[in-house]
């Protein structure tokens, strides 16, 4: 994944995610857990690019997508 991409959309599969909230750990601005410990999007522009992408390399099981302003999928 390169640095230039803007991130404009980022999705959760419910399905893959197992409630690690690394994600929220890392982007607490960006990410929360629902009642059923799923992850969901609180605000898309609650931290920098950077600390988003980190949050979703970290996820153990990759249920953080990323996408780009043409809504191409840059991440996984
Ligand atoms: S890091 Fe991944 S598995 Fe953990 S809460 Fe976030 S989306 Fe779910």
Redesign the pocket.
Known sequence: MSSGEKITKIE?DRE?????????ALAPGV?A?DKEN??YVVDENGADQEMIRL?AE????K??SLFDKEGKQIYP
Not at 58 to 61: F, G
């Open positions: 959760i893959l995610c197992i409630g690690a909230a690394t994600c929220v990410f857990l799923k992850a949050a970290s996820c153990p099981t249920a953080i």
